[in-house]
């Protein structure tokens, strides 16, 4: 009885060896992956938060209605109108979010919202093409607010005419340029310029 209690124990010992040995050879054959890191994360390592409150700051400060001086839509020129409120800004959610309205009060209005999201300043642009591009912020040099395009909502073919860059240029505590660059058929199109001033 006691040599068959042996024979077990010894079969027991070289099955758990080479079980052992089975898992350390596949373990050197390849690295362990690193658990994947979201884009959330990496945004939020990478930003320079600070600068991006900043700029958050400074949009918060063109609160208020802004009056056409000049520019253009799309290439075509656009008449100056001291009377009527071309870009409005106002500040909502408890001072978490700007919403801008441009072409205000028209037919072809469209919505901004600015927010800090993750430490990043972001807007959602709500165009009166239908589509939602979604933009992120670049630090910024303390004159201009630069976006660059992370994405558009509500457009299933890319190929289709949409709003791809924004910059805000400071001129002024009362002066503003607003700068849009549209794409289509996957290529930069016609760019809008309006100059606006606050009374």
């Known amino acids: 009885m006691a040599v068959v209690i042996r024979g077990l124990q010894t079969i027991s010992m070289l099955v758990l060896g080479l079980v052992v040995l089975s898992c350390s050879e596949s373990d050197n054959g390849k690295e362990q992956e690193p658990p994947p890191t979201s884009v959330a994360t990496a945004i939020s390592d990478s930003a320079d938060t600070k600068s991006f409150e900043q700029e958050f700051e400074k949009i918060k400060s063109l609160e208020g209605n802004w009056y056409l001086t000049g520019g253009n839509q799309l290439g075509k020129e656009l008449e100056p109108n001291p009377e009527v409120p071309f870009l ?109 001033e606050r009374k």
Request: net charge negative; aromatic share 10%; charged share 15%.
């Open 88 to 196: 409005t800004y106002h500040i909502s959610a408890a001072g978490h979010c700007v919403i801008e309205k441009l072409f205000a009060g028209q037919t072809k209005e469209m919505t901004t919202v600015y927010f800090i999201d993750k430490g990043q300043l972001a807007m959602h642009h709500y165009c009166s093409l239908g589509n939602q591009p979604f933009m992120v912020a670049e630090p910024g040099d303390g004159k201009n607010i630069v976006f660059r395009l992370s994405g558009v909502g509500n457009m299933s073919d890319p190929n289709d005419l949409h709003i791809s860059s924004h910059s805000l240029e400071f001129k002024g505590a009362n002066l503003l340029t607003a700068h849009w660059g549209a794409t289509q058929e996957q290529s930069p199109a016609s760019t809008s310029v309006f100059e606006v």
